[in-house]
C-alpha cells in the first residue's frame, strides 16, 4: 500500500513507464518493486505491457532474494534472475539507475553484529559519515547503517541530477549527534539534497519499529534549498508543514506550520562559560541495582546506612532527582547515588579505596557484575582495575549549583535550579554546572524563555528519547572565550 503511495505521489510509475530504469538497492523479498507492478495492472495495463525488465534490486540475505525471485516467478511468470542480485550492496560493483526506490535496513552502529562491523567500520570514514575510525566508538556509534547504504546508494548506483526515494528512520534529519555529518548531503565531490518529506507519525507502517519514520524524496547533484516541504500523517490526514535547519545546514530540521512562525526568529544565543556545558546525568553503565538507592539514614557525620543494611562513607552518597521532584518542585530525596570517584571525577585508587573498609566491601560483593559491564568507555576504566568507576562524572558534578531539566520522554521544557550535592540520573536528564548562584539564576531566567520550548517542540522529538538532550541545548548557547 504504502509502495504504491510512493509511486503515485511522485510519479514514479510514469517514469518507469517512459524508459526510466529503477533499482532498489536493499530490496528484501521485492515488495517495493512488485508495487510498480501492482499499481500498473491497477491502472489498467497488462503485465506484458508493463517493462519489468528494467525493474533491479539487490538483497544480500539469500532466503529474502530467493523468496523475491519465487514471488515474481509465480505471481508474474517474470524470471527475474538477471535483475535481482544477492550480494551485500556495500561489495556490488557500481552501476548507474535513473531510480532508486528502497528501504535501507535501520540499525545503529553499535547494534550490528561484530564481525561485520568491523568490515564496514572504513566506509563511514570513505564516505564521509564520520571523522575517524576512532568515532564510532564514541557517541558516533549511534549513527544509523540507513545513513551509509543511502549514501552509497546515491553515489555508486544513481545517475547524475537523477531522483531517489527511500522509506528511512527520520532519526538521520530529526537527531543531534551522530546523524549531524548525513546532513551535509554530499560525498567527494557529490551533493544531493532532500526534496520532500512524509512523515509517517504514529502510523504503523512498518509492524514492530520503534523508531520515528518516514519517506523522503532526495535529488542527486542539487543543493538543499530550504524551507522544505514537510508532511505529517494525522489521523489519517496529511497536513503540511515547512522545515528547515535554524542554527546551522546540519542542524536538525525544525518543523513549523508558516514561515512567520519559524522557531528562535529573533532570539539570542545564551552566553556561557564553557565549564557550564550542559551534560548529561551519571551514566552506572548497566548497575543501578549497584550505585542507586531507594533508603538513607545518617548515622554519623561520617557514615550513613542505604537501603537499610548496607553502610557507606556518606561522602561518597549523594541524593538522586527522580522524575518526581520536577513534578512537584519539592527537593525531598526519594532516592540516591554512590559515586566511588574524587570531587575532581577521577574514580577513586585502589589505594584511596582502602581508606574507606566499608565502601571496598560493600563494592567488592558486586564485582563480577561490574566487571562484566560492556562498553568503550567503561572498558578503558575496567582494564586499568578502576572496576567501580562510573560514566559522567567529572569536576561538574560537585560544582555549587546546577540547573536541571528532564531530557527524555517530556514535552516541556521546565528546568529547576537546585544545590550541587543533587545529582542528574543518566540520560533521563541533563544539567549545567554553576560556582555561583547568582549565575545560575540569571541563566535558569533565560532558558525559561518561551522560544526555547517552541523550538525543542518544533524538532518533533517531544516523548521521545531525544526530548532535551545537551546537543539541542549547547545549540541555543554561545560559548564564552
Known amino acids: 500500500h504504502w509502495g504504491e503511495f510512493a509511486i503515485s505521489e511522485f510519479g514514479i510509475f510514469k517514469k518507469w513507464m517512459n524508459g526510466a530504469t529503477i533499482f532498489d538497492p536493499t530490496m528484501g523479498c521485492g515488495h517495493l ?23 533491479f534490486g539487490n538483497e544480500l540475505n539469500t532466503h529474502y532474494h530467493k523468496e ?43 547494534n550490528l553484529p561484530i564481525g561485520y562491523k568491523e568490515k564496514i567500520k572504513p566506509l563511514f570514514s570513505k564516505y564521509h559519515l564520520v571523522g575517524n575510525a576512532r568515532d564510532l566508538l564514541l557517541g558516533f556509534s549511534r549513527i544509523d547503517i540507513a545513513a551509509l547504504i543511502i549514501q552509497v546508494s546515491i553515489k555508486d548506483f544513481l545517475s547524475a541530477r537523477s531522483e531517489a526515494y527511500f522509506f528511512m528512520p527520520l532519526s538521520l534529519l530529526l537527531n543531534d549527534g551522530a546523524n549531524e ?43 538543499p534549498t530550504y524551507p522544505l516541504d514537510y508532511m505529517i500523517l494525522d489521523q489519517k ?16 530540521l525544525s518543523i513549523y506550520e508558516d514561515s512567520s512562525q519559524k522557531p528562535l526568529a529573533g532570539f539570542k544565543s545564551i552566553e556561557l562559560a564553557k565549564t557550564s556545558t550542559p551534560r548529561q546525568g551519571i551514566n552506572t553503565c548497566g548497575a543501578n541495582n549497584v550505585f542507586f538507592f531507594t533508603r538513607y539514614k545518617k548515622v554519623s557525620n561520617s557514615i550513613c546506612l542505604v537501603n537499610e543494611n548496607i553502610e557507606l562513607p556518606s561522602k561518597f552518597v549523594f ?23 574524587n570531587p575532581d571525577g577521577r574514580p577513586l585508587s585502589p589505594e584511596e579505596m ?46 555549587a549549583h546546577k540547573i536541571v531539566w528532564e531530557a527524555y520522554g517530556r514535552n516541556n521544557f521546565d528546568p529547576i535550579l537546585v544545590e550541587g550535592f543533587w545529582q542528574a540520573n543518566q540520560s533521563l536528564q541533563a544539567f549545567m554546572p554553576f560556582q555561583t548562584l547568582s549565575e545560575a539564576v540569571m541563566i535558569l531566567e533565560k532558558l525559561k524563555n518561551p522560544a526555547i520550548q517552541k523550538y525543542l517542540l518544533s524538532l518533533k522529538m517531544e516523548g521521545t528519547m531525544n526530548w532535551a538532550q545537551p546537543g539541542k541545548i549547547k545549540k541555543l548557547i554561545a560559548f564564552k572565550q
Not at 36 to 52: A, D, Q, V
Not at 184 to 204: H, L, M, R, V
Not at 370 to 384: E, F, H, P, V
Open 319 to 341: 541524593p538522586l532527582l527522580k522524575s518526581s521532584n520536577f513534578k512537584t518542585k519539592n527537593l525531598t530525596p526519594a532516592a540516591w547515588v554512590l559515586i566511588p570517584h
Open 33 to 55: 518493486l512488485e508495487a510498480l507492478i501492482t499499481f500498473g495492472l491497477k491502472e489498467g495495463y497488462s503485465i506484458n505491457e508493463l517493462p519489468t525488465l528494467t525493474l
Open 68 to 110: 523475491a525471485l519465487h514471488r515474481f516467478r509465480e505471481k508474474y511468470e517474470i524470471d527475474m534472475s538477471c535483475n535481482f542480485w544477492n550480494q551485500d550492496i556495500l561489495d556490488l560493483k557500481p552501476c548507474k539507475f535513473d531510480i532508486l526506490f528502497g528501504n535501507p535496513p535501520w540499525q545503529n552502529f553499535a
Open 237 to 252: 490526514i496529511w497536513k503540511k508543514y515547512l522545515a528547515s535547519p535554524i542554527q546551522n545546514n546540519t542542524s536538525p
Open 354 to 399: 582502602e581508606l574507606f573498609p566499608a565502601l571496598r566491601n560493600y563494592l567488592n560483593t558486586h564485582r563480577r557484575k561490574l566487571m562484566g559491564r560492556k562498553g568503550t568507555l567503561i572498558g578503558s576504566w575496567l582494564k586499568k582495575g578502576r572496576w567501580w568507576a562510573l560514566l559522567g562524572v567529572g569536576p561538574y558534578n560537585y560544582a
Open 181 to 223: 555529518q548525513f546532513r551535509t548531503y554530499s560525498i567527494d565531490q557529490i551533493t544531493y539534497a532532500p526534496q520532500k518529506i512524509y512523515d509517517f507519525n504514529k502510523e504503523e507502517v512498518f509492524s514492530k519499529a520503534s523508531t520515528r519514520y518516514g519517506l523522503v524524496h532526495f535529488k542527486r547533484d542539487a543543493k
